[in-house]
Structure formats: structure tokens, C-alpha cells
Nanobody
Framework: QVQLVESGGGLVQAGGSLRLSCAGT????????MGWYRQAPGEQRELVAT???????EYADSVKGRFTISRDNAKNTMYLQMNSLKPEDTAVYYC???????????????WGRGTQVTVSS
């Protein structure tokens, strides 16, 4: 089986930085587009940023200029560098990816379990 495992969340003061990681684990054959989403209490899950296997990126307007998404294809890992954090960035951050395992001939969409990011004012 394959799965996504996030790490790097925590508590930080406004203006601070955090770096999230998301690793594809298990018998991963290939990963296409990966992305970060977040969900604040009482809110719907929203897109933060995506990155293709070729490195193309897209960002939500609310994080442009502050967050940077990147990936290391050799390590099946994606990162989210978050700078100039604001209290409104507080949420559970989820990793998402289209992955193909060595056992299957097609890509499937996977979610991580999430990591909490809390920004205090």
C-alpha cells in the first residue's frame, strides 16, 4: 500500500515561519500532481498550492508571496515553506497527491491525515 505522511506543523507566532513536508511512502511507483489544502474550524477545505511533476506551481491568492511549494521527486516528497504567517493561516493542512503504486497500473488520488498549524497573534 501507499500513503501520504505529513510532518512539520506546530505553533508559531504571527510573522514566523514553518516548513511542512509530505512524503509518499510504501511501494510508490510514480507521483503526478501534488498539493496542499487546509481546513480551518467551521470552514470548508480549501486549496493552498499545487505542484506538477515537472515543477509547475499554482497558489491561492491568500498565500501568494508568502508560501512556496516545492518537491523532491527522488524522495517522493513535497514541501511547503510558509513565511510571514498570519493568524488566519491557522488550520489543519492536508497533503494530496495522484500516486501510482507498483501494484496498480493507474493513478489514484490520496490524502494525508493532516498536520495542525496554529499561528498566534
Amino acid at each position: 500500500q501507499v500513503q501520504l505522511v505529513e510532518s512539520g506543523g506546530g505553533l508559531v507566532q504571527a510573522g514566523g515561519s514553518l516548513r511542512l513536508s509530505c512524503a509518499g511512502t510504501g511501494r510508490v511507483f510514480s507521483i503526478e500532481t501534488m498539493g496542499w489544502y487546509r481546513q480551518a474550524p467551521g470552514e470548508q477545505r480549501e486549496l493552498v498550492a499545487t505542484i506538477t511533476s515537472g515543477g509547475g506551481t499554482e497558489y491561492a491568492d491568500s498565500v501568494k508571496g508568502r508560501f512556496t511549494i516545492s518537491r523532491d521527486n527522488a524522495k517522493n516528497t513535497m514541501y511547503l515553506q510558509m513565511n510571514s504567517l498570519k493568524p488566519e493561516d491557522t488550520a489543519v493542512y492536508y497533503c494530496n497527491a495522484d500516486m501510482r503504486s507498483v501494484y496498480r497500473g493507474r493513478f489514484e488520488n490520496y490524502w494525508g491525515r493532516g498536520t495542525q498549524v496554529t499561528v498566534s497573534s
